[in-house]
């Protein structure tokens, strides 16, 4: 079974410093998927970046950029610049990418928010 | 690209009734899956579909719940005899495989009360 632990219930970052997310995951199975979704107070979900497990570069978009440290099943969301609207729930979840999966485990979020 | 829709965003339903929530997904995503949310927690899959054949569905999924998606287009999620622990959001999502990523695309979801 898969899962996926973000400790941080809560953060605060004040605007356009940068903030690290994080998210630890355990599963058995090599080949993975990692994701962040980031939920503002509307509820819908917004894909924001992905991880596979078998990337040798850290992914990024834009602002946001995934430290991924695989030994230490790690996979942490870096917001550079933060800005007043990043402010939301943020979740890091995974999917096994074997033929007949795709679903995936999420965490319990991080709420940010940023301060003007 | 509509993206993903959901309906009726909101229903408010008493003890014992049955609800349907229908979900349209993006229209080249052969995966659709259904989600549960609670205040505070992430959310919990529930089921999933690729094209029309249900490929998998939670444990934790009584037999109240059905899900359905004729066609392998919309999908229709039922709970039959609703229950106050239902009180949810119900969210869809859609993919289609990107390499080796199946990153998934959400409806608005549709919040649930049973009063």
């Known amino acids: 079974a898969q899962k996926i632990t973000q400790t941080q219930p809560g953060m605060f970052v004040q605007e356009k410093e940068a903030v690290t997310l994080d998210c630890t995951y355990d599963t058995s199975d090599p080949s993975y998927g990692l994701f962040w979704y980031k939920q503002p107070s509307s509820g819908e979900m917004i894909f924001l970046i992905y991880q596979g497990s078998y990337d040798q570069q850290n992914a990024t978009e834009g602002r946001y950029s995934l430290n991924f440290q695989k030994a ?45 | 690209d509509t993206g993903v829709s959901q309906n009726p965003r909101h229903k408010i339903t008493k003890r014992g009734q049955n609800v349907t929530f229908r979900c349209d997904p993006i229209s080249e995503h052969n995966r659709l899956y259904w989600y549960r949310q609670t205040l505070g927690q992430g959310p919990e899959f529930l089921t999933y579909f690729q094209n029309e054949a249900q490929l998998e569905k939670s444990r934790l999924l009584s037999d109240r ?5 004729p066609k392998g287009s919309f999908s229709t999620l039922e709970i039959q005899r609703t229950e106050q622990g239902d009180s949810a959001m119900y ?3 859609s ?17 649930l009360t049973v009063t």
Do not use: H, W
């Open chain 1, 72 to 116: 230490r099943k790690s996979a942490n969301l870096v917001i550079s610049a933060s800005q007043l609207g990043d402010s939301a729930m943020y979740f890091c979840a995974m999917s096994l990418q074997n033929t007949n999966a795709g679903k995936s485990t999420f965490g319990d979020g991080t709420t940010l928010t940023v301060k003007p």
């Open chain 2, 65 to 69: 719940f059905s899900a359905e998606r």
């Open chain 2, 91 to 93: 969210l869809c999502a």
């Open chain 2, 95 to 111: 993919s289609a495989r990107t390499g080796f990523s199946y990153e998934q695309y959400f409806g608005p979801g549709t919040r």
